[in-house]
């Protein structure tokens, strides 16, 4: 948690830099992003991007992920972000 002070700076920080949109992590809680939407007046998109720290293993193999799954969860990464920030 955010303290008052940090989550001004925060808010500033978008603001100044014109972020687009916020991005946050499969398991997060995204309510401070939603503060942050709130506090900034706008409706910026939210998006959840994976990090690849996780991964469901290959039925196949007892502890592989199939050799796709990384390239997937990157280009599905992608795909998020080049929705938020299209010309």
Not at 1 to 26: D, G, I, M, N, Y
Not at 66 to 87: A, H, I
Request: aromatic share 8%; with cysteine; glycine share 2%.
């Amino acid at each position: 948690e955010l303290s008052p002070a940090e989550f001004t700076k925060l808010v500033q920080a978008c603001r100044q830099k014109k972020v687009r949109a916020l991005a946050t992590e499969p398991g997060s809680a995204p309510t401070i992003l939603h503060r942050l939407q709130e506090s900034l007046g706008e409706k910026l998109a939210i998006i959840e991007l994976d990090p690849i720290e996780t991964a469901e293993p290959d039925p196949k193999k007892r502890f592989y992920v199939s050799p796709d799954w990384y390239f997937t969860q990157m280009e599905t990464n992608l795909r998020k972000l080049r929705e938020v920030y299209k010309p």
